[in-house]
């Protein structure tokens, strides 16, 4: 196992009407902005939950944070923060609005340009406190320190970090709102995201290796519970703890990470607006199957312990292990192939032409460059 140090400050608060609880965890004396998405808010009461709950408190409203959030719309709530003199931020959403206030948080006192900051990786200086009312799970964004930004100018997408959200609200009954593709997109998102930190050498942790299997096991047993019927509460419950549990840190201890899937996927996001983990499933098998050299030994215990595959030489268990993840994501209603997106070659080169500029090298080894990324879009097609 390698060292790690590792802390999570987050307070999570979950279950029925914990909205209501908002108010007592936000010091009296602070000046809060409230970011929003789009509006589905309105339509499922969290709006007024959340405005009950601070009824007397001061605070302002920050609406239009969009799906992949825009530093273009960031910018906007920066200005607004420095003018109001805002010091504690509430995103109310999906991992769109945390993931922008996260910047947010992060740039009201960063002299340069939000982008900028984006760019470097990290936040710098002070950064203002914030926590959130989790509304879709799927990025465990609502416990974890991570901000994914977009540039619509560039149609460019990246990674950030920061500090962690103070406390997060997480109402199952909040979701039973949410469209059928988002769950979808959710699930699978949270499928990957433990992929990324189990899918590589064996034997590293035995510990960390049997919470993931756990967690995967978990989604795929509650997916067709939630696709049949979202307003079952318990299934809703466990669907979002999964998402909190999978990208937390609490999967990652000590063992190698992997995100190559999400690093391709980000550029599909970036130039066709594909849902985050729509991109994931499009990815992930072709990405088993490219790098099945060095993963095969892990890729066989997920299948033995997540599908049940015992029979078979190593390169058949291999297969089939592929296979029922493709099945998976399939069985969410998701389509898996790039050409079902109608994602050709021009893509595959633009993504090539970047990694290679950018001289990436993904993966837990680091030798994923513009190259290997094309050889797993070409089989992903
Ligand atoms: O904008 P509104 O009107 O609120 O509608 C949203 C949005 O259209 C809607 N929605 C959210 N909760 C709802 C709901 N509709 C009905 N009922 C509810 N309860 O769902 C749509 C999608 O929302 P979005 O926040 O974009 O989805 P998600 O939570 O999947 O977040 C995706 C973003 O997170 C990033 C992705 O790259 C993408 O930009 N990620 C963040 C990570 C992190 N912070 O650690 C890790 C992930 O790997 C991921 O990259
Ligand atoms: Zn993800």
Redesign the pocket.
Known sequence: MNNFTFCNPTKIIFGRGMIARLAREIPADKKIMVT??????R??G?YEQVTAALAGRDYIEFWG?????KVETLRCAVEQCRAEGVDFLLAV???????GT?LIASAVHYDGDAWELTLTGRAKGRVLPFASVM??P????EM?N???I?NATTAE?Y?FYTTYPQFSILDPG??F???PY?VA??IA?SFV?VIEQYLTATGVSPLMDRWSEGIMQTLVEVAPKVRENQNDYDAMATYMLSATMA?NGFVAMGVEQDWAT?MIG?EL?ALHGL???HTLVIVLPALMDVMREQKGAKICQMGERVFGITEGSTEERIDRTIEATEAFFRSLGLTTRLSDEGIGEETIAEIERRFTKRSVGLGERGNIDGKVARKILEKAL
């Open positions: 929003f998405g789009g509006g589905s808010v339509r499922n969290v944070i969009e799906p992949n959030p959403g999906g991992g769109s609005v945390l993931d996260k509304t879709l799927a990025t465990g964004s974890n991570g901000a994914v977009s997408k990674a909040v979701t709102s949410l469209p988002q997109c959710g998102d995201h990208l999400h980000h996001t849902t985050h983990g």
